[in-house]
T-cell receptor
Framework: NAGVMQNPRHLVRRRGQEARLRCSPM?????VYWYRQLPEEGLKFMVY????????ESGMPKERFSAEFPKEGPSILRIQQVVRGDSAAYFC????????????FGPGTRLTVT | AQTVTQSQPEMSVQEAETVTLSCTYD???????LFWYKQPPSRQMILVIR??????QNATENRFSVNFQKAAKSFSLKISDSQLGDAAMYFC?????????????FGKGTKLTVNP
């Protein structure tokens, strides 16, 4: 059973470009969480999605960031007009349902903005 | 808002010895979960151990055990018989058990070095 997949693993963007990060949850999981890890920091929650719904986006910056989890296909975290401060590792986690305590993490996408 | 504090940015231990990593948290909830995650240089987040707040018994997973003090809001991780492969960043995390978002709240981490 494949784990949580994220791609790309590494992404380099110039300032002002768009970054699209993809996350395929574990088979049977319908809940996805996105976290951001800045250098020398712990992970910070960004957004929690269920299929076709955003449940909690309290950690998302108000501008330039958006997330979706369509009925078919992976979850997408989109960052428009990237700035140097967006450079970080972005992790996706998935769970079976809302009550399940365990979240399974993907390997992360390292975004570098030049 | 819930917060998680790891007061030891770095720790080191000799191979085969025991080390304890500290974690304190702040919450007004009575029911929640606590976790320790390991992040090796590969950056993959690996769940080491979890503790349900309603359980009085401390969780144990092979060489890893916790000391959960609910009243003190303390949740330390003990690693026995340390191995070179234990070298990693260790993150303490909190999650409320129900209602609202099930997001994980992480501490800033402790970097563990294992000396041969």
């Amino acid at each position: 059973n494949a784990g949580v997949m994220q791609n790309p693993r590494h992404l380099v963007r110039r300032r002002g470009q768009e970054a699209r990060l993809r996350c395929s949850p574990m088979k049977g999981h319908s809940h996805v969480y996105w976290y951001r890890q800045l250098p020398e920091e712990g992970l910070k929650f960004m957004v929690y999605l269920q299929k076709e719904n955003i449940i909690d986006e309290s950690g998302m910056p108000k501008e330039r960031f958006s997330a979706e989890f369509p009925k078919e296909g992976p979850s997408i975290l989109r960052i428009q007009q990237v700035v140097r401060g967006d450079s970080a590792a972005y992790f996706c986690a998935s769970s079976w349902d809302r009550a399940t305590y365990e979240q399974y993490f993907g390997p992360g996408t390292r975004l570098t903005v030049t | 808002a819930q917060t998680v504090t790891q007061s030891q940015p770095e720790m080191s231990v000799q191979e085969a010895e025991t080390v304890t990593l500290s974690c304190t948290y702040d919450t007004s909830e009575s029911d929640y979960y606590l976790f320790w995650y390991k992040q090796p240089p590969s950056r993959q987040m690996i769940l080491v151990i979890r503790q349900e707040a309603y359980k009085q018994q401390n969780a144990t997973e092979n060489r890893f055990s916790v000391n959960f003090q609910k009243a003190a809001k303390s949740f330390s991780l003990k690693i026995s018989d340390s191995q070179l492969g234990d070298a990693a960043m260790y993150f303490c995390a909190y999650r409320r058990s129900q209602g609202g978002s099930e997001k994980l709240v992480f501490g800033k981490g402790t970097k563990l070095t294992v000396n041969p």
